[in-house]
């Protein structure tokens, strides 16, 4: 009776769970840092929905499914007063794990449960740091003046655009 009961166990388990789920996770760590430090983090997903804000350095989870059979994919941007914003894409990539499903999790592990999950998928990198560049202060701007506004000895390098 005991096998039985832990063949049935074993069996079910097999059954209805996913080898990537079993073994792997649908969140995964990821840490931002930046040099300098203490510049804003800014973290969105596919969707251009907003999933993280702080400050580097700071760690965080982050889903690597984005819907059945979908991965996500994110945009951090760092931001400092003073240095240029940065934007950087990770990206998830499939799970090894989920390939165990050919002798663990069968067909259920591989076509439901792991792709519903998000286990199916991983992220590319445990997290980044990034250098921040200094701004320029040589920016070039564009101003849009009215004629009448300008001073007339400025009228003789005007160029008409049609």
Request: proline share 4%.
């Amino acid at each position: 009776m005991r096998i039985l009961r832990s063949s049935l166990l074993l069996a079910g388990v097999v059954l209805f769970t996913g080898c990537a789920s079993i073994v792997s996770k649908s969140s995964w760590p990821f840490s931002v840092d930046s040099n300098p430090s203490g510049a804003q983090v800014s973290i969105t997903n596919k969707r251009g929905v907003e999933v993280f804000k702080g400050r580097t350095p700071t760690a965080m989870r982050l889903k690597s499914g984005a819907g059945f059979f979908t991965k996500e994919s994110y945009v951090v941007s760092l931001s400092m007063n003073g240095y240029e914003t940065k934007k950087i894409n990770v990206e998830c990539k499939l799970n090894g794990w989920y390939f165990g499903n050919i002798v663990f999790g069968g067909f259920i592990g591989m076509l439901i449960v792991d792709p519903a999950t998000g286990a199916m998928y991983r992220l590319d990198s445990p997290g980044i740091t990034e250098n921040l560049l200094k701004q320029s202060a040589n920016t070039v701007s564009l101003n849009i003046l009215d004629k009448n506004t300008i001073p007339k000895s400025w009228e003789e390098h005007l160029v008409k655009i049609n």
